[in-house]
């Protein structure tokens, strides 16, 4: 189900008239293009379509717009985009959930959880000059509607949520960003049975002592 939004009419107008004014619009959609900031589709009244619109360009239905502060776009959104290929997801355990993010204005900014947007690279035989796959570079963005009437993109390391039922501790995790990439297939200590078998064994692989490091089994003479 779409939920009606307000678009600040000056960006309809590129920034250059209408300042103040709002209309109701339907964000129906996203684009994410590398190195710029989440952009959103919407359609208006009138049935036009307006399309790549960051998010400082929206506020809540039923706000008054001269009671929402104009925060910078770089404020309600922490990182641009990590990739063209995007996902969007609202996890249950999230969705109407209360939580507040760190702002890099230092202040903490509270509102409720809408659907995250987390990005990934399609697949090997495309060139990745991107960051989404690399562990410690990573981050996602979750859709907030503030209390103030903007909405947000942050990740996770800015949020803390508040789920009354299972969130008890009051605390700032000291937790190290992640450097591991993991991977179940690439140990080299096992392998499956050469059968045809639908219930095939897995045998342990033990390296001769003949192996080198490479796993190539060398000559007597050598």
């Known amino acids: 189900m779409y939920k ?17 004014e709002v209309e109701d619009c339907i964000i129906f959609g996203l684009a994410a293009i590398t190195g710029r900031p989440i952009l959103f589709h919407a359609i208006m009244e009138n049935g036009a379509i307006f399309y790549r619109l960051p998010i400082s360009a929206f506020i809540q239905r039923g706000f008054q717009p001269e009671t929402v502060p104009h925060q910078r776009l770089d404020e309600l959104q922490l990182w641009n985009c990590f990739s063209y290929y995007p996902a969007v997801t609202t996890y249950d355990l999230l969705e109407g959930q209360p939580g507040k993010y760190f702002g890099k204005d230092k202040k903490v900014h509270h509102g409720k959880y809408l659907f995250t947007v987390d990005w990934a690279h399609p697949e090997s035989n495309i060139v990745d000059t991107d960051h989404s796959e690399i562990p410690h570079e990573h981050k996602c963005a979750h859709i907030m509607a503030l209390d103030d009437g903007n909405y947000a993109a942050q990740p996770n390391n800015r949020i803390i949520w508040d789920i009354p039922s299972f969130t008890v501790k009051d605390e700032i995790p000291d937790w190290k960003v992640q450097t591991s990439e993991w991977n179940v297939e690439d140990s080299g200590k096992w392998r499956t049975e ?12 033990k390296p001769s002592n003949k192996e080198n490091s490479w796993g190539i089994v060398k000559e007597k003479n050598e």
Not at 4 to 9: A, E, L, S, V, Y
Not at 194 to 205: L, P, Q, R, V
């Open 194 to 205: 050469d059968s045809d078998k639908f219930f095939y064994d897995i045998e342990e692989t």
């Open 4 to 20: 009606r939004q307000q678009i600040r009419r000056e960006y309809l107008y590129d920034l250059k008239k209408h300042h103040g």
